[in-house]
């Protein structure tokens, strides 16, 4: 009887080179082969009539080789196969098929899978993907295979080792599976939760996966909402909930400091603002002020786009903490942003007499050094630095608060990482013996006692993490699970949205001449061209061409100039400059701009073959303009015939600046490995769910999590609780790596 912890290369028919392309996709154990699941089905109990088809639609055909054979055009090799029942003929076609030379044998059966096209009144299926049926050596074995590809609704899955192993061959191994199964695999989710959702046992969901009954209906299996699906789904996803839900819980349950908010407190926020706070900043303060004032650590994220105005957010729960007689760390991800906060720092908080150091890897060892002993003497009261630094080194003589400016976007790992860090490690100045013990040693990777066992333990700092992009909420729910989330949805006063049309290149010339009106009257102006990656080359060839001619052909009169990546580092940075200061009045440009140019002048972007770039760099890039008081517009422009998802980009971008808009509708169009630039360590890889078809079971998820987590009541017993932790626990290794839950 196999179990579902059982390593895949004790089942019968998987050896050690099976088990390495198994590996290879993740798929370890029993457990993982069970939750490899079709991403299709086929219909084979009603198969279609050949004569019953109609273009245009997908469908299976079942029906026996008659002839076949490869054709050399003078494009490419074409592979024609007739297919017949009965009288009918159907003809399939495979474009390059040269690989399919000797494939069929005339009277073979065959499983046709494709979309049906009309070619000169005939109908014909276009590169069907297919199965041989019946291929198997005795004739037992035959009637077997048999059983499992004609007459039941038939799963497919994708193929693994360059197709070593067929969707066929995971179809007859998972079956194998499921039939020496363990009978009783235990309930993990407690019988309240399943009862409330209707929840189908976990062995029968496998099977009906897998092996829908006949009645079950095709377009919940297609789109995974069978009681099955559901069920297996909501598992995942509940367990991963649990796990933040619990982390999540456990932070709160720690020792905290109480900030007091008192009048003195206000009067010194009143004090340093430079400008009339907006309403989301009020409220993300109070609501960062509520946690503050608890006993237990704050553990918040503050979101909002580049602009939103972060910092005086930050610095508000600064002067809670600075006030309250406690120092306060704020970590950027670069020296640069380092800096930068620094000079606001210093603009907004040093009239009020707070002090303020800064504390980077370039300074001078010396500097270094006397910087280290202000913090450790709690002279300093708000340190700034880099991640790097203020992480490794720094004792701090009574740290109340760390902020991260995350910038980056870090996964639950890197982030769990982090915050023990910044919890421990940053604290250890003040956990006074286990701090001492620990000289030394400070900034080595050598692992230090955990806090939690130091009898003089003191209280957690708070943590406030920043960050600047915009995290869908189904994504947040998994990423940020752990974490309270601020959102800062509103932008300062005196930005006038960005007005964004689209128009097709064949409409040029008024382009150009709305793009002069706008420069004569004292604007600049940005023209992008797409870089796309393989063929950067060809792109700044584009952009120089386009250069010369809008340059000398089309604005000989203005002062244009050109700016790309393979140009000089000097040279760029005198383009930028003269482009600042006003001297350049159109900026012809790759895709170079999109990051860290301020010219709030600039108020006109037109973007060439904007068809061709993703949405969030197309909202990156129109970020560049509206950023001064006067009217920006921004115009696409396209170029030829537009696909339909470029369309939907388009489409997005007109409607909306919204940031969290344009990043849900990213998400959705091209998942989130993709969402997040690559796929990252500490994004769980989910086995079952998908984070965009799934969102509304995620929620559910999140919900139940909470039930279970509040402890043992008349629907859910203790026991039940400790077995669904147990599940978790184990999960989470499996999903997340070697993180510590609970
Ligand atoms: P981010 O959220 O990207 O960190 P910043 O904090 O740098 O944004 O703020 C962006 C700009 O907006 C800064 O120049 C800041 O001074 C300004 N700003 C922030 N809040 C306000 C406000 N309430 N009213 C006017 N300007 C503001
Ligand atoms: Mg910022």
Request: proline share 5%; aromatic share 6%; glycine share 8%.
């Amino acid at each position: 009887m196999l179990e579902p912890s059982t390593p895949v290369q004790y089942v019968k028919g998987i050896g050690p080179r099976i088990a390495e392309i198994l590996a290879a996709k993740g798929l370890a154990t029993v457990d993982d082969l069970l939750h490899y699941l079709p991403f299709r089905y086929e219909d084979r109990v009603n198969p279609r009539g050949i004569a019953e088809l109609r273009a245009g639609e997908m469908a299976t055909v079942i029906a026996e080789v008659r002839t076949s054979g490869l054709f050399r055009t003078r494009r490419m090799p074409i592979f024609q196969m007739t297919a017949g029942q009965g009288r009918s003929r159907l003809k399939c076609i495979w474009f390059n098929g040269a690989y399919l030379k000797d494939k069929f044998q005339p009277g073979q059966m065959l499983a046709l899978y494709g979309r049906v096209e009309e070619n000169r009144g005939e109908l014909q299926l276009l590169q069907p993907q297919f199965e041989i049926l019946g291929e198997a050596e005795g004739e037992a074995e035959q009637k077997a295979a048999e059983s499992l590809e004609i007459g039941r609704i038939v799963p497919i899955y994708e193929s693994a080792g360059q197709g070593k192993l067929t969707s066929r061959w995971f179809r007859r191994i998972i079956h194998a599976v499921l039939e020496n199964l363990k009978p009783e695999l235990p309930e993990s989710i407690p019988a309240a939760v399943r009862k409330r959702l209707d929840l189908i046992a976990s062995r029968q969901a496998l099977w009906k996966v897998h092996w829908p009954d006949e009645g079950e209906s095709f377009q919940d299996l297609q789109a995974s909402r069978t009681q099955a699906h559901i069920r297996l789904i909501f598992e995942e996803l509940f367990f991963i909930e649990l796990g933040l839900e619990l982390k999540r819980r456990e932070q709160k349950a720690q020792t905290g400091i109480a900030f007091e908010l008192n009048d003195a407190v206000r009067e010194a926020i009143k004090k340093i603002l430079p400008f009339h706070p907006t309403g989301a900043q009020k409220r993300t303060l109070k609501e960062i002020a509520a946690d503050m004032e608890k006993p237990y650590p704050m553990r918040r994220l503050l979101q909002g786009d580049v602009g939103s105005g972060k910092t005086l957010v930050a610095f508000e729960a600064a002067i809670i903490a600075i006030e309250n007689g406690y120092q306060v760390a704020l970590m950027a991800p670069t020296e640069i942003l380092a800096q930068q906060h620094y000079f606001s720092a210093r603009r907004i908080l040093e009239p009020s007499g707070y002090r303020i150091v800064l504390l980077t890897g370039s300074l001078e060892e010396d500097r270094k050094r006397e910087i280290r002993r202000h913090i450790a003497k709690g002279n300093a009261q708000l340190v700034i630095g880099t991640h790097a630094l203020i992480e490794q080194k720094v004792e701090f003589e009574k740290l109340g608060l760390v902020i991260v400016d995350e910038q980056h976007r870090f996964g639950v790992l890197q982030r769990f990482k982090l915050m023990k860090k910044s919890g421990e490690q940053l604290n250890r100045g003040e956990t006074g013996a286990s701090a001492r013990q620990n000289k030394g040693r400070v900034g080595t990777d050598t692992p230090v006692r955990p806090a939690e066992h130091s009898s003089e333990r003191s209280a957690e700092p708070d943590v406030l993490v920043m960050t600047a992009t915009p995290i869908p909420r189904t994504l947040a729910l998994t990423l940020y699970g752990d974490l309270d989330i601020s959102v800062l949805d509103e932008m300062p006063p005196g930005r006038t949205p960005i007005v964004t049309r689209r128009v097709g290149d064949e409409r040029a010339d008024e382009v150009w001449q709305f793009l002069r009106k706008q420069v004569t009257t004292g604007h600049q102006a940005y023209v992008v061209y797409p870089v796309i990656e393989e063929n950067e080359e060809n792109e700044i060839k584009a952009a120089m061409k386009m250069y010369s001619e809008l340059s000398k052909k089309i604005f000989p009169d203005l002062n244009v100039a050109v700016l790309h990546g393979r140009m000089e580092p000097d040279l760029k940075e005198q383009v930028m400059r003269l482009f600042q200061q006003g001297k350049i009045q159109i900026l012809v440009s790759t895709t170079v701009i999109e990051v860290g140019v301020d010219v709030p002048n600039a108020a006109v972007m037109v973007i060439e073959h904007a068809e061709r770039f993703g949405l969030a760099q197309l909202h990156q890039l129109r970020g560049r303009i509206g950023r001064g008081a006067a009217k920006s517009f921004c115009i696409l422009m396209t170029s030829g015939k537009v696909s339909e998802e470029a369309e939907r980009r388009l489409d997005a971008m007109v409607r909306t600046t919204d940031g969290f808009q344009i990043a849900e509708l990213d998400l959705e169009m091209r998942g989130p490995g993709e969402f997040f630039g690559t796929r990252q360590a500490g994004m769980p890889s989910l086995q079952v769910a998908n984070l965009i078809r799934d969102r509304d079971l995620l929620e559910l998820a999140k919900k139940e999590a909470g039930a279970v987590l509040s402890g043992p009541n008349s629907e859910i017993s203790q026991a039940e609780i400790d077995r669904a932790l147990w599940h978790m626990r184990t999960r989470w290794q499996k999903t997340y790596g070697l993180v510590e839950v609970g």
